[in-house]
């Protein structure tokens, strides 16, 4: 394994899926054999002082790649609910896999949907870390308006957005975390998840953590708020177990 540990540099770099649509990423560059590829959840986008802080943080152990999913930050095409996404992730891990010995995936939320259905039906990784991922999607099954969303606002209100660009609302799915992650054993699963979560209970993560095979660890952030948000509210006890995850699973 080749750990160079210099100082990571960002590099915008474009990918154009089969489909013909193209996404921009963030690559950071830190000249490690191995790489992570990091999606953030819905209107969310790679240039987020979140992902920054966890693209330095990771690259001391790997690469990281940070996507701008279809619709969102600078990336062309609509959003389109998780009906493509995970088919452009494993697409953009392909190219990946040229110059990675290994590859890991990282999903916040939605970005976890994505990431997990990827590595269930086309594994594209050597680990997969979801935080915060829902079991299913439009899923109402706790009250929202708990302690967590009233310590998330001042966050969510300073955050920096860019106008996604969605298309149409689908009234089914055929795909979930819920129906696929136990095909993504034996590659190594991490699950983590806040327990003051406003917006996905930690319900989604017991209920994936039991359908998931082995080797698998379940992460419960004590007090920790929704996806991203730990990030910037006390990221360390997110931060470490995601590092040391990944360090010893790529």
Known sequence: MKDIGRPPTPAFESFRTSGGITLRLTRWRAGHDRAVLLLPGI?????????????????????????????????????????????????????????????????????????????????????????????RLFVLDHNLLGAGLW?????????????PRLSPLPLFRRDNPGRLIHRIAPVPLLIAHGTADWLVSIRHADLLFARAGEPKTLVRVEGGLHAETMLLDDPEPLLEPLSAFLAKSL
């Not at 790997?62 to 389109?80: I, Q």
């Not at 310590?151 to 106008?163: A, G, I, K, N």
């Open 151 to 163: 310590r998330s606002l001042p966050y969510v209100l300073r955050r920096r957005r860019r106008v």
């Open 43 to 135: 209107l969310m986008h790679r240039e987020s002082v979140e992902m920054r802080v966890l693209a330095q943080r990771l690259a001391s152990i790997a690469d990281v790649v940070v996507l701008d999913v279809r619709g969102h930050g600078d990336s062309g095409g609509l959003f389109t609910w998780g009906r493509r996404e995970a088919d452009d992730v494993a697409e953009l891990a392909a190219v990946l896999r040229r110059d990675y010995a290994r590859l890991g995936g990282l999903g916040f939320s939605f970005g976890g949907y994505h990431t997990a259905i990827a590595a269930a039906l086309h594994r594209p990784f050597d680990a997969v870390a979801l935080v915060a991922a829902p079991y």
